[in-house]
């Protein structure tokens, strides 16, 4: 791998502080580079340096100005370290200064990862705006609702099935239709006024792609004899040292110039040197916190074509499955319960059990590093609606389930746009076409009003306060956001579909009771030798639910446990109602 600058990117266009811009493009199969400013208007050759890049300095190239690189003499490109394509993925490229946005962040320290309460979203679906002011003019909404950290959904320009280009290399790129890079930083300064952490979603498996694009240019500048030599000759560890800079250089960025606090890499395994890559990443990562002062997280993706690690067994004897489970099926029953979750792991130097997995080696050191479990499942693309795959809507009863067994859970809780309020396919409408703002495709709701305009009826408001209630209760509670699954006890009856999860910490104690059954179900205490005080109850009529269930508990109580229902009791040391009143969560 090149020399990669912690200060600065080296790919791409940049500019020092006397807005002198700074070109490199790796083209190592052409003769000949030059860059055209503002369509011809000014031509500047590159001069060629080692490692098949060019580089030129300039004070010709001004922010805002388009431009493109032409090989050969012969066909214009987009820069594959564009940050924003204004006039699609196939026009030229503009130049964007990101040292120009003033920040007002100083202050700002990113949380403990494990005291994040996550929302994902997507860009165009969460404003009548499609943008990311849209976002940033409802982050009120969010810090009500209780999260203190949302994923914001690929912001890199979409393709164009219809055209047989690869624009999938704009890993740079920001969507011009969403604001661009220059609002981007504006909603990150934003987030981090209101308290908000942000972490961008980053597919890198895509960037093999920009391997057939340059050996396409090849093929155009130089016959393709030539091309299929230099694809068998050298070109392989010349382009893997290539792809390396490409993305840790990218991953760089979003944390300095971007401030984002977390990156999420899906699907890095599918990279054939992905440990050395993660690696690179983590160590650049914390070099940069060396010169900020602030921490980054990396979230690496466990593949759901990934058989799951027996040894790491969460939840107590859950075994996890494939992530294209329907948001009602939380569980099944096949001749046993399986717990169907999505997980993203932290990294950090060392290797957690999933990366042992993942990478196909030995951990010298297994480390319990916080994981995240998601309230649906996660689709690098459009969101999948329960109808579609499970068979049926969700009932608001296990919709209140699901978001409780999340909310309690020893991982940290992600949760998805539109959940809040119920709805089932938040994600259904398609990007926008290339370089517009007009959706491609109709739902079966008015998702223009998105997903923080609440729907107006009873059941949606009632679900949006519950969601602010398990919030609550998660920042209240230290068993619930201390992350650790040593202290926490599981028994499940797979038979019965029902699930008891004691967590506690310090003297601090929370029994959770669930029935993932349609019937009710009966259910005995565990002998904890305590009082247990009710904090939480999805049945009770105030979540127009059927039936409450029982404000106390002792040991060995049976209780009836309403189908699809969660009961969240706080152990106390005598059946005192003032001993937990403070700790009881209202409507």
Known sequence: MGQVELNRRTLGVTFDAGQKAKIRLWAPYASQVALTINRDSLTLPLTRSELGYW????????????????????????????????????????????????????????????????????????????????IADKLGYLKALGVNAIVIRPVTPFPDAQKGHHPDIFMYAVQASYGGPGQLQKLVNACHYEGIAVTVDLSYNHVDQQKQYLEDVAARCTGSDDRNRRRTGNNGRAWRQARRQYIVENALMWLRDFHVDALRLNDLQVLPDAEAVLSDIRQQADALTGLTGRHYYLLVEDSPEQEADQDAEPMGGGRPVKADQAYRNYYETDGHTRKAYREDFIYDRQFSSVLRELFGREAETIVSEPSVMFTRPHEAGHGLSATEEGGGQPSFESMKLMAGSILVSPYVPSLFMGDE?????????????????????????????????????ETNKTLYAYYQALTRLRRQQPALYH?????????????????????????????????????????????????????????????LGPEAGPEWLSDGDTITLQPESILIYKGCDQPDPQACADEHVSV
């Open 55 to 134: 580089s030129a300095e300039t004070d010709q190239l001004k922010p805002g100005d388009r431009y493109s690189f032409v090989l050969e003499n012969e066909e214009e490109y987009a820069d594959p370290a564009s940050l924003v394509q204004p006039d699609g993925v196939y026009g030229p490229s503009q130049a964007f200064d990101t040292s120009a946005f003033y920040w007002e962040d100083t202050c700002w320290v990113n949380p403990p990862f494990d005291e994040y309460i996550i929302y994902e979203l997507d860009v165009y679906t969460f404003s009548a705006e499609g943008t990311f002011m849209g």
């Open 421 to 457: 309020w119920g709805g089932t396919n938040p994600f259904a409408v398609l990007t926008p076409a290339e370089g517009g703002t007009e959706a491609s495709a109709d739902t079966d709701q008015d998702l223009a009003a998105a997903a923080s305009d609440a729907q107006p009826d």
């Open 483 to 543: 992350l650790n699954r040593k202290q926490t006890s599981v028994n499940q009856q797979p038979d019965q579909e029902t699930m008891v999860v004691h967590r506690w910490y310090e003297r601090n104690d929370i029994l959770c009771l669930m029935n993932f059954s349609e019937e009710k179900r009966e259910i005995t205490v565990p002998a904890l030798n305590t009082y247990w005080h009710k904090l939480i109850d999805s049945a009770d009529p105030a979540w």
